[in-house]
C-alpha cells in the first residue's frame, strides 16, 4: 500500500476486514522537482504512517526507496540520506524501486539502490510499469538478477502478460488486486494455474483507483473456489514474511 494517499478510515476497513498488518511503501505523491519533495515524502512515511495505522488497530511495516516516477534532478542526495532512514525499526525492505519507462537515469537509481539494499540485507519491492509492460520487465529481471539474490526480490503488479517470463526466476511475484491492474477473480486464475508457492496478493492502495478491501475479497473468492487454509495464508501472509522477517 501507499499509506500516505490514504483516508485513515482505510486503515479501519482493513483491521475490521481481519488485516492485521501490512507494508507500506515510498512512492510518488508530488512532481520530483528536488530530493526535498522526496525527502519530506520519506520522512512522512517513516514519522506518520505508523501511527495512524496503529490507531486504527493495523501494525505497518514500512518500505523505503526511490521509485522510478520520483527521481529529482538532485537524486543523489536521497541516496546519501536513504541509508540512515533505512535504519529504523519499522523498515523492513527498500521499495518501491524499479523501472517505469526504462530510461538510463532510471536504471542507475534502480541499480544503486538495489546494491544499497543487498549490502545493509534487506530485501526490495521492485515496481513494473502500467505501459510497456511486457517490454520493461525482461530489463527489470536481468538487472535484478545481476545487483541482488532473486530470493530478495519482490516483483510487483504482476499480470498475464509477464507471467511466463517471471516464473522462470526465483523472485517472489506480486499480484496488485486493484480496480485498473487485477481483479480478484484474475488473481484467483493464476493462482490456480501456478500455483502459491511464488506469490503475494496486495492492494497498492494509492491515488489511482484502489479497494482496502482487495486482499480480503481475494482471499474470501480463494475459500469460495476450494483453496485450502495454508495455501490463502501462504499468499496472503507467510510468503512475505518469510522474505522480509516480520518478529
Known amino acids: 500500500m501507499h499509506a500516505d494517499t490514504r483516508p485513515i478510515e482505510d486503515f479501519e476497513l482493513m483491521a475490521v476486514s481481519g488485516v492485521e498488518e501490512a507494508i507500506a511503501c515510498a512512492h510518488d505523491p508530488l ?19 505508523p501511527g495512524r495505522a496503529s490507531r486504527k488497530g493495523l501494525r505497518l511495516h514500512l518500505a523505503l526507496g526511490m521509485h522510478p516516477r520520483a527521481i529529482p534532478p538532485d537524486h543523489g542526495r536521497v541516496l546519501e540520506e536513504l541509508p ?6 519499522s523498515v ?7 523501472l517505469d519507462s526504462g530510461s538510463e537515469i532510471e536504471k ?3 541499480i544503486e539502490q538495489m546494491q544499497m539494499a543487498d549490502e545493509l540485507g534487506f530485501p526490495v519491492i521492485v515496481h513494473t510499469p502500467r505501459t510497456r509492460k511486457a517490454e520493461i520487465t525482461p530489463l527489470i ?6 545487483n541482488i539474490d532473486e530470493r530478495r526480490a519482490v516483483i510487483e503488479h504482476v499480470n498475464m502478460d509477464v507471467l ?3 516464473i522462470e526466476t526465483e523472485c517472489i511475484l ?4 486493484q480496480p485498473e491492474k487485477l481483479t480478484p477473480a484474475e488473481a484467483v486464475e493464476i493462482l490456480r494455474e501456478y500455483g502459491t508457492e511464488r506469490f503475494v496478493i496486495n492492494s497498492d492502495m494509492s491515488s489511482a483507483p484502489s ?8 482471499v474470501h473468492r480463494m475459500r469460495m473456489e476450494g483453496f485450502g487454509r495454508r495455501e490463502i495464508r501462504r499468499v496472503s501472509r507467510d510468503n512475505i514474511r518469510d522474505l522480509i522477517k516480520i518478529n
Not at 33 to 48: E, P
Not at 92 to 98: K, P, Q, S
Not at 211 to 216: G, K, Q
Open 211 to 218: 479497494d482496502p478491501l482487495s486482499v480480503p475479497r481475494t
Open 141 to 146: 529481471v536481468d538487472l535484478v538478477g545481476e
Open 31 to 49: 512532481e520530483a522537482l528536488s530530493a526535498d519533495v522526496i525527502l519530506a515524502h520519506l520522512r512522512r512515511v517513516l514519522m506518520v504512517e
Open 174 to 177: 506480486g499480484l496488485t488486486v
Open 84 to 89: 540512515a532512514l533505512l535504519k529504523d525499526s
Open 92 to 98: 523492513v525492505a527498500v521499495g518501491e524501486i524499479g
Open 108 to 110: 542507475e537509481v534502480f
Open 164 to 166: 511466463p517470463h517471471l
